[in-house]
């Protein structure tokens, strides 16, 4: 079903959802053609009263070309094209990514502040019922997104006659960075889910004590998001099924609820930064109407192609995997070396070798995590790039290797109950079943390796389903 757009914040994930994962298109409203209709207006009147002052892109050029005015002429020539940006190749974005952005650069339209004609919203509307454009991902070193964007939308001088401010108003803004940020917050959701159940699997094989998940440290602790992981946990994992260890787990395992915890308030941090950054995407220059403020209308340049959220937050999840994904190798590491446990019903190391790979996915998610900082300089005037998609790359190569991890550490957290004779806790009964399946007890060494990937595959359709 078209999700109906009215005002820019019914761009919300859910929305999002819909149009970039499951490909659903979207509809304007009569309300917001209304309103982009009289924004266009008041901004045609402002131009005409105003044409003698550099408005960038409107009455000057891009970049460069901002320093000095264009003739009447040049004007027109001006605004009938898309101006032209740094190209790219390589790898492209999913198409889900494009989707993403389309979405959101219809929300910044809708918002009146690009002032852009309705017909120009409505055709970039129109691309979500066809194939996206190829849009190379990697290589992007231009300030903003305007490589990115035009890769997107640039096809589109050729399908309308563009007037003043409307090419510009395509390949600016930050609407690459707001689809990064919903997508990334998408797939945490799913795979913090699935982390739950797995670190809880390997809580139960290591026959850790309750006392790791006890209630009174909630209050101990003083963290909303630590007290909802451990209330997750305690459903998770039957504490009260004996036998448990009388002693303390190793640190790796009562590490759990914290790092969990951690995770769920990053979590929390990028679905709301998603949230307004796919209701505001920016756009560079605005048009900002006369209004209750008691300013006149006027047209402002301004940092709105950089959405300075986006790569800190995406940064910040990817440590967050990491963090997970080395937690998961040292549970691993802990269950296969634990003389009581998998080992003794191994005559030799099988199973157990599986520590070493979940180790070395663990490196790579540590390597995946690199924070992406903003550049040291360029070609003046546009002097630093914005990193967001590089830092939504290398989130998604950290989550796939905390999806390796964490299908290590299940696979031998299963076998160890398996091994012990006993059942996997209630709640855990369905991931332990399929990670059985995926990864069977008997399984030939030399089919290890195809099994491992089901299991991991699994997982990662989990995350981002």
């Keep these: ?30 309300v917001a053609v ?64 494009v989707r993403g952005i389309v979405l959101a650069r219809v929300a910044g339209f809708i918002s009146g502040t690009a002032a852009v004609r309705p017909v120009i919203a409505q055709a970039v509307a129109a691309m979500l019922q066809g194939p996206m454009p ?19 939308f640039g096809r589109l001088q050729d399908e309308l006659e563009l007037e003043a401010k409307e090419g510009m108003a395509l390949i600016n803004g930050a609407p690459a960075a707001a689809a990064a940020l919903a997508d990334a917050a998408l797939t945490g959701r799913g795979r913090l889910a699935v982390a739950d159940e797995v670190l809880a699997l390997a809580f139960d094989a290591a026959r850790a004590p309750e006392a790791h998940l006890d209630p ?14 451990l209330r997750r946990l305690r459903e998770l994992v039957d504490t009260g099924a004996p036998p448990r260890t009388g002693h303390q787990a190793a640190v ?51 940092a709105g192609y950089h959405d300075a959220r986006a790569a800190p937050m995406l940064n910040a999840l990817a440590g967050g995997w990491a963090d997970l994904a080395s937690l998961a190798a040292v549970q691993a590491a802990r269950l296969a070396e634990n003389p009581a ?21 663990a490196e790579e998610a540590r390597l995946a995590a690199a924070p992406t900082f903003i550049s040291l300089g ?17 989130a998604q190569d950290a989550g796939v290797c905390l999806d ?49 990937e089901r299991v991991a595959g699994d997982i990662g359709r989990r995350a981002h389903p």
């Design 341 to 361: 446990g998998l080992s003794a019903h191994e005559p030799e190391p099988e199973v157990t070798l599986l520590s070493m790979t979940a180790l070395g996915w």
């Design 216 to 229: 009174a440290l909630e209050a101990a602790w003083r963290d909303p998001h630590q007290t909802a992981a």
């Design 134 to 152: 190829l849009v190379p991902a990697r290589g992007r070193g231009e300030s903003g997104e305007i490589g990115t964007l035009r890769a997107v």
């Design 404 to 452: 390796g991890a964490l299908a290590c550490l299940g696979v031998l957290a299963v076998h160890t109950v398996i091994a012990d004779g006993r059942p996997a806790p209630r709640a855990l009964a369905t991931l332990s079943r399929q990670i059985a399946d995926g990864f069977p007890p008997g399984l030939p060494a030399d089919q290890y390796g195809p099994a491992l």
């Design 378 to 394: 360029g070609s003046p005037p546009s002097d630093t790039s914005s990193p967001a998609l590089l830092a939504w790359r290398l």
């Design 252 to 302: 790796a395992f009562r590490d759990i609820p914290r790092m969990l915890g951690w995770l769920r308030r990053v979590q929390a941090w990028i679905e709301e930064c998603a949230t307004i950054s796919l209701s505001a995407p920016g756009d560079n220059p605005i048009f900002a109407t006369a209004g209750a403020d008691g300013q006149p209308a006027r047209v402002l340049s301004n």
């Design 1 to 30: 079903m078209p999700v109906l757009l009215r005002v820019p914040e019914d761009v919300k994930l859910s929305a999002f959802r819909q149009v970039a994962w499951e490909g659903d298109t979207v509809v304007l409203d009569e």
């Design 34 to 97: 209304t309103r982009m209709t009289e924004d266009r207006r008041a901004f045609e009147s402002f131009v005409a009263e105003a044409g003698d002052r550099h408005l960038y892109g409107i009455t000057t050029a891009h970049h460069r070309g901002a320093t000095s005015l264009l003739s009447p002429e040049a004007r027109v020539s001006y605004q009938r094209r898309v101006p032209p940006t740094p190209a790219s190749f390589g790898v492209t974005l999913p198409d889900r990514l």
